[in-house]
């Protein structure tokens, strides 16, 4: 069977993941708002005015969406995927959400006939655009085998990581490590400059040490570049690391250090960064400079 492809939701990483599909087949495509549709339809993209109507259209669905509300509108609105998903179309969410909602919005697909796959991906704006994302999927073995050459449109590294919810349960786990690292590195570096060091004697000496991480990279580009616009969000982060100690808490897991960066992760949100990039952290001693540190 010839798969038909439809694909929701297109913000910065789902522009990106549409734009490598298209490339290789027809697809239907819907967003919110339809201005965000305008390159891929002029590419050749089919718009669907609807969800429900997209999901008529296709086999297989893809979902890119900013959290777990979003996915429900999608997914059970009034004009949402369920009102025209048939037998045999497959939901592969590519969304960062909850483990929890991800399990229930399957069973009522299941009810419908339909299948699905949690599919986050990990590798951010810039491996969108290439096509070299990390996708971890959970998902009964032949959705996963049936999803998966779909998938290898848009990444290098596409791993069955288990059933139905384990896709979005590593994701959150990767990304809890994730905002640790960049918010131990925006700290180190702060704490570097307050002594008195050279923002490239630091990166000379942690970039190739036991500091070495990707965020350190991140935060010490975008610190030398006064670059903070959003390729991964603070609200994203933000999102993210609450869905992470949610999980935790709920499993009766001691995440202390993610339990101990959420409120100053969310005082750096409130302070007025919200739409900037995570590595806006880094400017929060700038924010207090003249207080104690």
């Known amino acids: 069977m010839e798969e038909r492809i439809g694909f929701v939701g297109l913000?910065?990483?789902?522009?990106r993941m549409a734009a490598n599909l298209l490339r290789h087949q027809p697809i239907n495509i819907y967003n919110r708002t339809k201005a965000r549709g305008e390159a891929l339809t002029a590419l050749g993209a089919v718009w669907c005015d609807s969800p429900e109507e997209l999901a008529r259209a296709s086999t297989i669905v893809l979902t890119m969406v900013s959290d777990d509300d979003a996915l429900r509108a999608v997914v059970e609105g009034d004009r949402g995927l369920l009102k025209g998903v048939g037998k045999g179309t497959l939901i592969v969410d590519h969304s960062t959400v909850s483990a929890s909602v991800t399990r229930d919005l399957a069973a009522k697909a299941r009810d419908r006939g339909a299948a699905w796959a949690d599919a986050p991906v990990t590798g951010g704006d810039i491996g969108a655009e290439k096509g070299t994302l990390t996708i971890m999927v959970g998902a009964d073995g032949q959705d996963f085998d049936r999803v998966r050459p779909v998938l290898q449109q848009m990444g290098q590294r596409i791993l069955h990581v288990g059933g139905v919810g384990q896709g979005q349960t590593l994701k959150l786990i990767s990304n809890m490590v994730s905002a640790l690292n960049l918010m131990a590195a925006a700290e180190g570096l702060q704490f570097g400059l307050h002594q008195g060091l050279a923002v490239d004697d630091m990166a000379a000496v942690m970039?190739?040490?036991?500091?070495?991480?990707?965020?350190?990279?991140?935060?010490?580009?975008?610190?030398?570049?006064a670059n903070f616009a959003p390729g991964f969000s603070v609200a994203n982060r933000l999102k993210d690391l609450r869905l992470a100690v949610a999980m935790a808490e709920t499993e009766g897991y001691p995440a202390d250090l993610a339990a101990c960066a959420l409120p100053l992760y969310e005082a750096h949100d409130r302070s007025g960064f919200h739409d900037q990039d995570e590595a806006s952290y880094v400017q929060r001693w700038d924010a207090q400079k003249g207080a104690k540190l």
């Open 11 to 15: 913000g910065i990483m789902g522009q």
């Open 207 to 225: 970039n190739f040490g036991s500091a070495q991480s990707f965020e350190l990279s991140k935060v010490l580009d975008r610190y030398t570049h």
